[in-house]
């Protein structure tokens, strides 16, 4: 009996606060060391108003169970918000659902 690959593999959607920026590109690092995970919310800027500052930094990658199950323990604060394709989001749908728009959009 073989491994169904795709069902192994996900698409995640993260937001984060401001304030938690430096430090989830450091989580980010354990849980995806091959893809230069310490930048990974740096380039989608939100906020409420979809205008600068932001106030919230987002990022999507390809994710393995191995990674998803990283991600949800990280995820445990309100700051930090994780939303996957298995669950019926985009990143568009995740960072509505937060009540951001991406700057400059």
Known sequence: MGHN??????????IVTA??????NAAAIAWDPDAGAGDWF???????????PAT????????T?????????WKSAPDKRAYYDSGGYTFGSAAADAGL?????
Do not use: F, P, T, W
């Open 5 to 14: 690959i795709v069902s192994n593999i996900d698409c995640a959607h993260l």
């Open 56 to 63: 919230h930094y987002g990022a999507s990658s390809v994710v």
């Open 101 to 105: 728009i991406v700057i400059g959009s």
């Open 19 to 24: 304030a938690e920026q430096v430090a989830s």
């Open 42 to 52: 740096i380039k989608v800027r939100l906020s409420a108003d979809g205008e600068e």
């Open 65 to 73: 169970r191995g990674m998803k199950i990283a991600i949800d323990a």
